[in-house]
């Protein structure tokens, strides 16, 4: 993979940001769909240098140059009509993806994006590359013309649904109009007026029994026996009444006595906010299914070589096994991701990822409604090995403990990292024990994949824990227990 171009970027603007995190989301759902010369016109985005710079990558092999700077005007008229091509056919492939509402509004919503005229095009072996412009507003650009066949034809359907409406407008008045129907509006009419007479009959025979004058001395004898028996039965439904009520509190009681309420979450200003640094380096691609011995003896023929002895395919079965699912990584992703969700919602989370030296990758902090994006991020992790990889962990716990407070409020970091740092000389309990003398509040809790307690210093000098898990059983028991330590996942109260 090739850097096309390099820009500089501010990483406080949350709106580049975003933008950056949808674009790659929209990638990671096109690709399966597209081919790789359709796909290829995307260029990968790639945050450097502390992510102080934004470089653009592409798979593609040769000198990048731009469209505008190709001299032939026909070759470059020949370029554009092979990016509109390629547009068209990432247009007709949406249309067959199977996505969500969500996923379809966000694609949707790039699709201008992907034909903004302020985009730049790169040209490389006569291959069209697009560098999405985060500046500049969203220029229209007319890539596919066919619609003017369709306007005729809506225009011929809109005479004939015109004429059908007029038809039924003559059939409705035909119909209130004509004689024989009035007619028989007539004839309805005297019939109800036959049947009033009857009602009016039949008060005569009630204003008869009226002036009887037994009756009124019988309500004299009633209220003689209404002081004593009437009241006595009234109070009998109130109880009832008072004993409904009783049943509503029911619900409350299955309130955990920790809940957080709705008041709680409003009233705090500045609530916690917390960090997940997550190892995503080569060595998190072993398995959980073997020893901690036999994946050293992987590690230990990663870095010096495989023994003579082995044959290729040997070599390739061997690694096949140590790789096999349930990884490190792909036990870490799933726990990670149920974690997130008992995370009480006023506290704000972000991502630093461990991929490669010199430094460590970060992300915004992601409110409650935004946990699906963080979610989304964890899941598209994979190591690679590009650059000669690494796990830049001094960086990625400088880079979290700068994002938090740690002095006016509780803050945290949680790292999850199969082993120490293979990047940086820095001695890492010293930053520790920096962080505990400039941020008191702020807490370490670190999950140990590998159980080699290189790290116990971090969590020791901030009042944290450290939590061996080696097992696809100990990372969910080993994680929740971490979670739960730093006392952030306190239900909602209903």
Known sequence: MQRITRISIDHNDSTKLALLEQYSLVLSLLKPHLTERTFSIFAIPKLMSNNDYLGWYTNLEGQPILIDNVADESHKQKIKD??????????????????????????????????????QVFV????????FDLEKPVLSQPVIPPVTVSKSFWRWWYWLILALLLLGL?????YFFYPSSSENKVK??????????????????????????????EPQVVATSEPAPVPAIEPEPVINSEEVPK??????????????TQDEIKNNPNPSKMVIVFDNSLSMTATLAESPAEV????????????????????????????????RLSTSKSVALSSIDKIQPNIGISLVTLNRCPAANFTQFYDYAGRS?????????????????????????EKASSMLDGVNRNDYILIISDGEDSCSKNNICTLA???????????????DIAGEHKIDCVADMTGGKVYIAQSPKDMIKQMNNAVSDLKINRPVCQ
């Open 188 to 217: 309805s009419v005297p019939e109800l007026i036959i049947i009033p007479p009857v009602l009016v009959n039949k008060p005569e025979p009630v204003s008869k029994p009226a002036p009887v004058v037994e009756p009124p001395k």
């Open 124 to 131: 490389i072996n006569d291959e069209p590359v697009i560098i």
């Open 296 to 327: 050293e003896q992987f590690f230990q023929y990663l870095s010096y070589g495989y023994p003579r002895y082995m044959s290729e395919q040997e070599k390739a079965d061997y690694q096949k096994k140590m790789t096999r699912l349930p990884s």
């Open 82 to 119: 092979t990016l509109t091509t390629r547009i068209n056919d990432i247009e007709t492939a949406i249309k067959s993806i199977p996505l969500n509402d969500e996923q379809q509004k966000l694609i949707v919503s790039w699709l201008p994006r992907i034909k903004n005229l302020a985009n």
């Open 170 to 174: 003559l059939s409705l008045l035909w």
């Open 373 to 397: 994006i963080l979610k989304n991020n964890i899941t598209r992790l994979n190591p690679s090995g590009a650059g000669g990889g690494g796990t830049p962990l001094y960086s990625g716990l």
């Open 433 to 447: 024990n920096y962080i505990s003398t400039q941020k008191p509040k702020l807490k370490i809790n670190i999950v």
């Open 247 to 260: 049943v509503k509190p029911k619900p409350k009681v299955k309130n955990p006595p920790n809940c957080i």
